[in-house]
């Protein structure tokens, strides 16, 4: 079985501006995925690990913490407009013919949620092999809201009404359908994904990893503080 980790970093934020390697508790975020990236190569055979990124002050922190990368990201999928998908298939192709390897899996760490650890990654990957027809699998948390219960959205006539709708009313968020969030923690994928021409993330055949702990990403400055709090506090209901 042979793996590609990919590391996708693009510069320029602007909800946290250069939060890739803002630093958090003591090192750079993107050192937290790098670290977890080795830590798989050690718990798992034939494992690679490439760097996407369009930015040179990415890739130059990104060597200081042990990941030199061959591969920039070209100006085309470097704006805020191209899917992510397209970022990982890129970078794969360019990853199996400088090794002259075709992938059985690709694992995406996202450097934005690193609130993950190894035991996550092996339990996933036992899910994905387990079932051979899923093409994909991505972790999620246990939903805070649920559109059958608390959320709402504007109808045709300007009022507003439940989000998702049933024959029969839920009138507790217990009875209501069981939904999740996406962390966008980490994502695995066949690379029959890849070869299906799968443009999002969500098909019909994905599979979820629950996370059995707190997990979420730094899309505000807000959430940078929440987890800096919790990291140099030693509050996560985890090890990393």
Same mark, same amino acid.
């Given at each position: 079985m042979n793996i590609l980790i990919t590391i996708c970093a693009r510069g320029g934020s602007k909800g946290i501006p250069g939060k890739n390697i803002k630093e958090l508790n003591g090192k750079p975020l993107i050192a937290y995925t790098i670290d977890l990236a080795k830590q798989i190569q050690n718990f798992i055979p034939n494992v690679d690990i490439a760097l996407s990124?369009? !930015?040179?002050?990415?890739? !130059?922190?990104? &060597?200081? #913490?042990?990941?030199? !990368?061959? #591969?920039?990201?070209?100006?085309?999928?470097?704006?805020?407009?191209?899917?992510?998908?397209?970022?990982?298939?890129?970078?794969?192709?360019? !990853?199996e013919k400088e090794k002259s390897v075709i992938y059985d899996y690709v694992?995406?760490?996202?450097?934005?949620?690193?609130?993950?650890? $190894?035991?996550? $990654?092996?339990? +996933?990957? &036992?899910?994905?092999?387990?079932?051979?027809?899923?093409?994909?699998?991505?972790?999620?948390?246990?939903a805070a809201r649920n559109p059958y219960f608390n959320m709402v959205e504007q109808q045709a006539n300007g009022y507003f009404s439940q989000v998702k709708k049933?024959?029969?009313a839920f009138f507790t968020r217990q009875s209501s359908p069981k939904v999740y969030d996406i962390n966008g923690s980490f994502y695995i994928y066949r690379?029959?994904?890849? &070869?299906?021409? #799968?443009? &999002? +993330?969500?098909?019909?055949?994905?599979?979820? #990893?629950?996370?059995?702990?707190?997990?979420?990403?730094?899309?505000?400055?807000?959430d940078y503080d929440k987890m800096s709090y919790l990291m140099e506090n030693n509050k996560l209901d985890f090890s990393l």
């Open positions: 990124t369009d !930015s040179d002050e990415i890739m !130059s922190v990104a &060597e200081r #913490y042990g990941l030199p !990368s061959k #591969y920039k990201r070209p100006d085309n999928l470097a704006d805020d407009f191209v899917g992510k998908i397209a970022v990982i298939a890129d970078v794969l192709r360019f !990853s694992l995406d760490l996202d450097v934005t949620s690193p609130l993950r650890n $190894i035991d996550d $990654i092996l339990k +996933a990957f &036992e899910l994905i092999r387990n079932d051979p027809e899923a093409m994909n699998i991505f972790s999620v948390s246990e049933k024959e029969t690379h029959a994904f890849f &070869e299906k021409g #799968y443009q &999002e +993330a969500i098909t019909d055949k994905t599979m979820i #990893y629950i996370m059995p702990h707190i997990c979420f990403d730094l899309d505000h400055p807000i």
